[in-house]
Nanobody, 120 residues
Framework: QVQLVESGGGLVQSGGSLRLSCEVL????????IGWFRQVPGKEREEISC????????KYSDSVKGRFTTSMDAAKNRWFLQMDDLKPEDTAVYYC?????????????WGQGTQVTVSS
């Protein structure tokens, strides 16, 4: 059974940093894509980052480019989203998701979500 277990959300002041973690359990293939998404109540879910293990390079939305960075601890099959220079508009529930190696368009598995709140 595939599971994505998230951790690391919380409350931070504007300009601060947080690191989210996403542990991938039970997925036996070597190549896949990991996407990070966020959602604010009443708004559509936004894809903010996607990285595929085939190429290793990540893509970021304009809203987070230059502030957020995705990385991986291969030994622990754990992905991270480092979020720096956080702004109040980054407040949302953040999700990691696992998709086919071709990209993050239609993820097959989702983490449980973690709340990030940025105070002004």
């Amino acid at each position: 059974q595939v599971q994505l277990v998230e951790s690391g959300g919380g409350l931070v002041q504007s300009g601060g940093s947080l690191r989210l973690s996403c542990e991938v359990l039970g997925f036996t293939y070597d190549h896949y894509s990991i996407g990070w998404f966020r959602q604010v109540p009443g708004k559509e879910r936004e894809e903010i980052s996607c990285v595929t293990t085939v190429y290793g390079s990540a893509k970021y939305s304009d809203s987070v480019k230059g502030r957020f960075t995705t990385s991986m601890d291969a030994a622990k099959n754990r992905w991270f989203l480092q979020m720096d220079d956080l702004k109040p508009e980054d407040t949302a529930v953040y999700y990691c998701a696992l998709a086919l190696p071709s990209g993050c368009y239609y993820p097959n598995y989702w983490g449980q979500g973690t709340q990030v709140t940025v105070s002004s």
